[in-house]
């Protein structure tokens, strides 16, 4: 009977690993153990008398690890390939930090391969009403949770982990969604609508319907929104799945949840919002994040170029002042005066329409009467 042998790197792998575990979630922990894992297991394969890292050389072990990477087969993305590098070369820089006799510049930055950038993905507004009218038609738990992603841009799992009291009164008409701490570790306050706020009270309905939940590994300082029957929070895949059978039912192509937030994003640009502000609705840590939402289509631009032309045209149009002495006025000094009014009229007029403030915008209207008044009374004397 054979044994596997056991390597003294991967014992002091695993404990930089569990030291680790005190300031990182459990998920990120996780991730690093898999990618540690693929690179000792190439290590053991090709090298099996390595023993500890303080023995790993950038030529063979490194540069041999990452050409094998790019040769497995179905091949890695470049994102997969950069992942694992920056996992590894995070683990051998803390073990140097530890005191672990690591070489230098084992991986370089030129070692990482470039970001793939993709297009985002937002639905077409005839696929986003379709999938609209078929989660509102069937009107479960699950079609409102994803109704609530929609009208919110937040994501799957920030849904899945809000509160019954997540909605919060700010005062008059102002309404925001409390999303706890998610994938960056940064919780927010999300403005909603009055469609959002109805599809939560749709929810807590659904909930109070079902009957009390036997609440299992619940804080009872908060309860949760989404519930199952066995008081245990909705995971994400039963998310994906109705997603899934709802795009289904309405003929449309495969639609992921993250689409959601895409289309949400990007209609909230188009409807102009700005982007710092969609930066912190989204929960965004640097505003590059938020421009990978957004699709700027041709047309957009188009849009946008013909409306900033027309605002500068009435920015920069100035009316003429008559000349007094043009030989069609010469004779006529009342018509010159009251051409002058027109003038000024049209003046206060153009800026009164490019002011946001309503109090000033009423404080001009006395005086476009006494002008009105002015130039009737001079036209008497023709």
């Not at 009055?194 to 749709?202: L, T």
């Not at 908060?222 to 245990?232: C, D, M, Q, Y």
Request: aromatic share 6%; net charge positive; with cysteine.
């Amino acid at each position: 009977m054979s044994t596997v042998p056991i390597y003294e790197i991967d014992r002091i792998i695993e404990e930089q690993l569990q030291a680790m575990a005190a300031t990182l979630r459990h998920a990120t922990i996780k991730y690093y153990r898999t990618q540690s894992n693929r690179f000792l297991r190439y290590l053991h394969t090709n090298y099996p008398d390595l023993e500890v890292p303080g023995n790993i050389k950038r030529n063979p072990h490194i540069l041999g690890w990452l050409r094998s990477m790019t040769e497995e087969n179905p091949p890695l993305s470049n994102r997969s390939r950069r992942a694992g590098i920056i996992c590894v070369r995070r683990l051998l820089d803390d073990l140097a930090d530890n005191g672990y006799h690591i070489a230098d510049r084992l991986i370089l930055s030129q070692d990482l391969p470039p970001r793939d950038l993709y297009l985002p993905k937002p639905l077409s507004p005839e696929v986003d009403q379709l999938l609209n009218d078929q989660l509102r038609q069937t009107d479960d738990l699950f079609t409102n949770a994803l109704l609530l992603i929609r009208a919110t841009g937040i994501r799957i799992g920030e849904c899945c982990r809000l509160d019954k009291d997540s909605l919060r009164h700010l005062g008059e008409n102002q309404w925001a969604l409390h999303v706890p701490l998610g994938k960056l570790h940064n919780e927010r306050w999300v403005p909603v609508d009055d469609e959002a706020r109805n599809i939560f009270k749709r929810i807590l309905g659904i909930i109070s319907l079902a009957g009390p939940h036997q609440s299992d590994k619940v804080d009872p300082k908060s309860v949760p929104l989404l519930l199952l029957p066995n008081g245990k929070r909705v995971p994400n895949w039963r998310l994906r799945e109705a997603l899934r059978d709802a795009a289904q039912k309405a003929n449309c192509p495969h639609v992921w949840p993250h689409q959601l937030r895409h289309t949400y994003a990007t209609a909230m640009l188009r409807a102009g919002i700005s982007l710092p502000a969609l930066k912190e609705i989204l929960g965004h840590r640097d505003i590059r994040m938020t421009m990978g939402y957004v699709q700027v289509t041709q047309n957009d631009l188009q849009r946008e170029y013909h409306l900033a032309r027309q605002k500068m045209a009435a920015v920069h149009s100035v009316p003429k002042l008559p000349n007094p002495y043009a030989p069609e006025t010469a004779n006529s000094p009342i018509l010159v005066i009251c051409q002058a009014i027109d003038a000024v009229r049209h003046q206060i007029e153009m800026y009164r329409r490019q002011m946001s403030d309503r109090k000033e915008m009423r404080r001009l209207m006395p005086l476009a009467r006494r002008l009105a008044k002015l130039r009737s009374a001079l036209a008497s004397f023709k």
